[in-house]
């Protein structure tokens, strides 16, 4: 148990559905993250929310839309999405938003691992 | 050409040896991540160190920062710490973004 989940773990979708992966962590942290892992390279940030507020978007497309109701919990709203788009979507939280500190590692979850069709 | 470098890209060794994975990395850092990829997906944070060294079981972890250079071993391996390793650095001035190395893959044989 990581202390981070994350649903589902696989999902296959068309370029023309609407879909939403789920992020909880019980971890009681302030900050969460959503990343994107493509094969052969280096894990992307995508977006962070830092109690609750989004304060960094990395250049992301619009057809990914990320939610945060609250501290625990982090949506990312998928529609028409492209082939490319398929990769390992994970989801991470810190106790707070400054990852230079020594007492703030990142938590991972599983990861949902996405194919576009 | 990435900030942040790892080598080798792909490791196989024998149960029992002795492992080292480099990380390399060319601009100015506040803190150093060691991560544990199992082939599930989930990410396990194994070290975060500024200087020195820490030690977690078999695991090591060192950094030089006038080298600008990292090294996680590993000792006495076993077939369940096969996993790709990964490499990330807090970058000074801009400490809020992880920038990843593109991991090393370490597969250890019975």
């Known amino acids: 148990e990581t202390g981070v989940t994350q649903t589902p773990r696989h999902l296959v979708m068309g370029m023309t559905n609407k879909k939403s992966l789920k992020c909880e962590q019980h971890l009681g942290h302030n900050a969460m993250y959503w990343y994107k892992q493509s094969a052969k390279k280096p894990l992307e940030l995508m977006f962070v929310?830092?109690?609750?507020?989004?304060?960094e978007n990395n250049s992301v497309p619009s057809r990914f839309s990320p939610e945060c109701p609250n501290s625990s919990h982090l949506f990312l709203h998928l529609h028409t999405l492209q082939p490319e788009d398929s990769a390992l979507y994970l989801c991470?939280?810190?106790?707070?938003?400054?990852?230079?500190?020594?007492?703030?590692?990142?938590?991972f979850g599983n990861g949902t691992r996405l194919t576009v069709t | 050409k990435n900030e942040v470098e790892q080598s080798p890209q792909n490791l196989t060794a024998q149960e029992g040896e002795f492992i080292t994975i480099n990380c390399s990395y060319s601009v100015g850092i506040s803190a150093l991540h060691w991560l544990q990829q199992h082939p599930g997906g989930g990410i396990v944070s194994l070290f975060m160190?500024?200087?020195g060294k820490k030690k977690h079981g078999r695991l090591i972890a060192t950094i030089n920062i006038q080298e600008k250079h990292s090294s996680l071993h590993i000792t006495a391996s076993h077939p369940r710490d096969s996993a790709v390793y990964i490499c990330a650095v807090g970058v000074s001035g801009s400490a809020r973004q992880l920038t990843f190395g593109s991991g090393t893959q370490l597969t250890v044989l019975p």
């Open positions: 991470a939280s810190s106790q707070e938003y400054s990852l230079s500190t020594k007492n703030s590692p990142l938590h």
């Open positions: 160190l500024s200087s």
């Open positions: 929310y830092n109690f609750k507020e989004q304060t």
